[in-house]
């Protein structure tokens, strides 16, 4: 299993930026995916999900609203679309497998929202 994050940066506030995860080695269109993010303060938290054949798509209050999860099993990509973006937004994000207790996450792609 392999999952590869790009896309993070630097971006003022109400600015946008879009995520890309590229997966790898097991079936993605199989699974349901997700995005998480951690901070030194917050730890890790749960920023979205969508199902296998992007059936339901399920969002954190937090980004609810802001924050548009996608997929393309063709390409076995997986995007998170970030708008409205806000200094508390600022972390390192996380695409994985939506599996309780699954081991494998990417490197993470640093995003800093400035005010």
């Known amino acids: 299993v392999q999952l590869v994050e790009s896309g993070g940066g630097v971006v003022q506030s109400g600015g946008s930026l879009k995520l890309s995860c590229a997966a790898s080695?097991?079936?993605?269109?199989?699974?349901?995916m997700k995005w998480v993010r951690q901070t030194p303060g917050k730890g890790l938290e749960w920023v979205a999900t969508?199902?296998?054949?992007?059936?339901?798509?399920f969002y954190g209050d937090s980004v609810k609203g802001r924050f548009t999860i996608s997929r393309d099993d063709a390409k076995n990509m997986l995007y998170l679309q970030m708008n409205n973006l806000k200094p508390e937004d600022t972390a390192v994000y996380y695409c994985?497998?939506?599996?309780?207790?699954?081991?494998?996450r990417g490197q993470g792609t640093q995003v800093t929202v400035s005010s």
């Open positions: 994985a497998r939506a599996i309780s207790g699954d081991p494998y």
């Open positions: 080695g097991f079936d993605f269109s199989a699974h349901q």
């Open positions: 969508i199902w296998a054949g992007s059936i339901d798509k």
